[in-house]
């Protein structure tokens, strides 16, 4: 399929997909979007960001590096921020962040076409799909647009796998936060007063879960109380108003979120 490339710059979109030891993932989540890069060799870019603790991945890639011309970045910041940020060194339209644990399903033409289509424009959301999480891109994009603060209350985006976002704005995704450094990434990009957000229909993001021990589901309150303490420092570091009452409405729209998304998501299937 022939498609106009963008003057100038060559790669439209950079596919980073950070990993760490999984290898089995690892290529479940490459062999999604290889396609992209067969039927758009020079308009998508394949980065593998390796922060792996063995060699098992650095051995088996290299067939990939050359057939398919994948770029492969050896890190050892055994933190996700820093591997996520890896982005940055790689000149592109748009970068798309896809863990080793998540997949992409839906029309790869598609995604490539309009995200061509609307160059600087806009950043897209893509539908999640999980066994324990679903995202609705079409309440996720309305209120970014019209409310851009709500993400700090509640994550209604999910991973940064669900967001392709414009390269040129160069954020970081923020290691002294590493709870929170997705949702401060969508409420930094949200900010841009040039950007809007749009949701990419056909497109998704499948995460596999992985199953949770009791010791993981019982941290889960005091995860939750260092989320917002993240929150409460980050907005003390950028003179934005954080009152007691915005912390009782935090933890209140946060379920509110989870209720609206769970009926979002049900609509969208009976309408699809």
Known sequence: MEIERPKKVTTLLNVVIPTYNQYTLFINALKSVIKLKQDYPELVRIIVVDDSSDQAISQRIKQFCYSLDIQYVRSFSRDGPTSWNKYRLFQGLYTWILHHDE????????????????????????????????????????????????????????????????????????KEFPLTTDIIFYYE???????????????????????????????????????????????????????????????????????????????SLAHS
């Not at 509640?154 to 796998?161: E, K, T, V």
């Not at 900010?191 to 993981?216: A, E, G, Y």
């Not at 589901?217 to 420092?233: A, D, G, T, Y």
């Open 103 to 174: 997949m992409f399903i839906g029309d790869h033409h598609k995604l490539v076409q309009t995200i061509n289509s609307s160059i600087g424009k806009y950043a897209f959301i893509l539908q999640s799909l999980s066994n324990k999480h679903r995202y609705n891109p079409f309440i996720a994009t309305y209120l970014l647009n019209k409310f851009p603060r709500l993400i700090l209350y509640s994550n209604f985006i999910g991973s940064p796998s669900n967001v392709i976002f414009p390269t040129s704005f160069s954020l970081c995704f923020k």
């Open 189 to 267: 990009l949200a900010r841009q007063p040039t950007l809007s957000f749009v949701p990419l229909k056909s497109c998704s993001t499948f995460t596999i879960d992985n199953d949770k021990s009791i010791k993981q589901s019982l941290s889960s309150l005091n995860s939750r109380k260092k989320h917002v303490q993240e929150l409460i420092l980050y907005c003390s570091l950028h003179h934005l108003k954080l009152s007691s009452f915005d912390l009782i409405a935090s933890y209140l729209f946060y379920i509110l979120m989870k209720i609206l998304l769970k009926l979002g998501y049900i609509f």
